[in-house]
C-alpha cells in the first residue's frame, strides 16, 4: 500500500506530547509499515536498521513510540489503526477484482 489517510486532528490529539525526534520516529515507523503491509519486525536491530535509527537517542525514540503505539504479538509489532487501513485496502481490491471480473468474463475481448 503506498497511500493512507492521515487525520490529523485525531494524531494530534494522541501525540501532542511527543518530541520532534518521537514524531519522526513514529512516522517512519508508520510508513514503514502501510509499504510493506505487514507488522514490524521483532528483531530491534533489524527494525533499526531498515529505518536509518543509528543513534542510542534515536533507539530510544523508536523503543519510546514502539512501547505506546504497537502492540508487540508472535507475528510482529503491530499497530490497531494500520491493520484497519490494511484490512479495508485489501478487501476493496477483492471487491474490484471481483466486479472487473463481472465486467470482463476471461476469454472476451473488450
Not at 44 to 59: D, M, Q
Not at 83 to 101: D, F, H, M, Q, T
Amino acid at each position: 500500500m503506498h497511500y493512507y489517510k492521515k487525520h490529523v486532528k485525531d494524531y494530534i490529539a494522541d501525540t501532542s506530547h511527543l518530541t520532534m525526534l518521537e514524531h519522526g520516529a513514529y512516522n517512519i515507523l508508520i510508513d514503514t509499515y502501510v509499504l510493506r503491509e505487514k507488522p514490524l519486525s521483532l528483531d530491534k536491530e533489524e527494525l533499526y536498521w531498515s529505518i536509518a535509527a543509528r543513534t542510542e537517542e534515536e533507539k530510544t525514540a523508536v523503543d519510546l513510540i514502539l512501547n505506546h503505539f504497537f502492540e508487540e504479538t508472535d507475528g510482529g509489532y503491530r499497530h490497531k489503526r494500520i491493520e484497519a487501513e490494511l484490512k479495508n485496502y485489501i478487501e476493496i481490491g477483492k471487491r474490484s477484482r471481483e466486479n472487473g471480473k463481472k465486467n470482463n468474463p476471461v476469454g472476451t475481448l473488450t
